[in-house]
Every structure is written in C-alpha cells, then in structure tokens.
C-alpha cells in the first residue's frame, strides 16, 4: 500500500511534468482578470513567460483588449493599435521572443484605469518551465527524455513509440496518464 502510493505521488509528478512541456496558461489577472485598476505590473512581477505559453484576458463585454506598440502603450494611445479584440475573453499565442503591449481601448481605461500590461517573453527552457510548473519540489525533476524511458514500460495499452519531436510531449502525457491509471488499481487492489 505504501509503495503503491509512493508510485502513485511519482506518477503525478511526472504528469506535471509532461503537463509542463505543452507550456502555460496564464490569465491576466489570475484574481481580478482583465478591469480597472490592477496593478499588472505587480502581476507581472516574478512571472517567467516563455515561447510556447498563452496570455488569456477574460473580461467584462464593455471592456476589450487593444495590441500596440511601445509608443503608443507609454501614452495610452488607442487610436492605432495592432490588433483590436472584444467579446470577453481573449488569449494570445506567445510564439516569439520580445516584449508585447496591451491596453483596454475604452476612454481613460488605459491613462486612468490602469489598463494596461506588458509581456515580455523569452525562449523556452526546459529547466526553468519545469520549475515554474513545480515551485514547491526541492530537486528539478528529471528532464522529458527519461519521463519518456520510464513512460515506455508502461502497461498494455499505452501509446507505442512517437514518430517525431514535435509530438513527444503529447505521447508522454498519454503514456502517463496510463501509468497513473495502473497505480490507482494497483492501489485498488
Ligand atoms: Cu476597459
């Protein structure tokens, strides 16, 4: 039983971990979403994003999400901007490196609302997303390949060997999620 459960705490681990490679879901903000006065740098702060991750703003209808340049995000000017988005909830692909900037276009939402917040995203690393996944685990976690070794002794049923990089992470997933199936039997039984 207790290694049962041992085996199991790995699994979720190593879930977490292969969870980790498909990148992050942020929301902007993760208490108060998309509104008036939040300090998003203050949300910001600490925060890592990498290439691979989203920025989801969910936000009241009366609200939108406005791209635009640096120039225009330091002056709050609306009036030509990248891209315009509305309807409540909006995410953005961070598929690139560099600082984006995003503002609400309503009136003073910006200049007196404090609408308004900067991403700057760097390359992705395998290391410091496995980190941000797992802040509280003392030692790093092993990286992908091995979660994939280990992935590949699992029982019947689970997913036979990935023909490319790209769909790696999404077969150690399956794999995974088969293992933490076994472990709950086994613990079952
Ligand atoms: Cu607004």
């Known amino acids: 039983m207790k290694a049962s459960s041992g085996a199991l705490l790995a699994v979720i681990a190593v879930a977490a971990l292969a969870t980790t490679a498909l990148g992050m879901n942020y929301t902007v903000d993760d208490s108060s ?3 008036t006065y939040v300090n998003y740098d203050e949300w910001t702060a600490g925060k890592t994003f990498m290439v691979g991750d989203n920025i989801e703003f969910k936000y009241e209808p009366y609200h939108n999400v406005l791209e635009v340049t640096k120039e225009d995000y330091a ?3 609306t009036g030509n901007p990248i891209s315009t988005h509305s309807g409540g909830d909006t995410t ?4 690139e490196t560099g600082t984006r900037y995003f503002v609400c276009g309503i ?4 200049t ?3 609408m308004h917040v900067k991403i700057t995203t760097v390359a992705y690393d395998a290391a ?5 996944e797992a ?3 003392a030692p790093l976690p092993s990286p992908p390949a091995d979660v994939y070794g280990d992935a590949r002794a699992a029982p019947a049923g689970a997913p036979t060997s990935p023909k490319s990089s790209a ?3 999404q077969h150690t997933s399956a794999a995974v999620a088969g293992l933490a199936f076994a472990a709950l039997v086994a613990i079952a039984a």
């Open 167 to 169: 769909s790696r992470y």
């Open 33 to 35: 979403g998309w509104d």
């Open 107 to 110: 009136p003073r939402h910006c």
């Open 112 to 114: 007196n609302g404090t």
């Open 92 to 95: 953005f692909e961070l598929t």
């Open 75 to 77: 002056s709050c000017a």
């Open 135 to 137: 802040p509280s685990s």
């Open 128 to 132: 410091t997303a496995a980190a941000i």
